[in-house]
């Protein structure tokens, strides 16, 4: 009973900024954690950057200084806000939460988004 809804991917020109969107739904208490991936097709699923459990951000070396995590609690909705972008950032974008529920949703679920996709002209 929990979903992701991802947006805000698109087309954009090198050099320009996407905020992307990872909307939860459900009988969720609280978000615990946070990944966003990436994925060119026809090769591997990479990590992007993330959001401890403890509260810290990590990004990978290509998108430290250009992309950002955030999250906003109360509407239980995520953001990776991309700038500076590169055509070597074209891929699908696909977040994964790590989440409490409410009664009856007892416990920590990770669910993962249906990805975004971002294409960045050169």
């Known amino acids: 009973q929990v979903q992701l809804v991802e947006s805000g991917g698109g087309l954009v ?5 996407l905020r992307l969107s990872c909307a939860a739904s459900g009988n969720i208490d609280k978000i615990i954690d946070i990944t966003w991936y990436r994925q060119v ?21 290509f998108v430290k200084g250009r992309f ?12 990776l806000q991309m700038n500076s972008l590169k055509s070597e950032d ?12 409410k009664y009856p949703l007892i416990g ?4 993962w988004g249906q990805g975004t996709l971002v294409t960045v002209s050169s």
């Open 108 to 111: 920590y679920i990770e669910v």
């Open 90 to 101: 074209t891929a699908d974008y696909y977040c994964k939460l790590g989440v409490t529920g």
């Open 41 to 61: 097709q026809g090769k591997q699923r990479e990590l992007v950057a993330g959001i401890s459990s403890g509260g810290s951000a990590n990004y990978e070396d």
């Open 68 to 79: 950002t995590i955030s999250r906003d609690n109360a509407k239980n909705t995520v953001y």
């Open 13 to 17: 020109q090198a050099g320009g900024s």
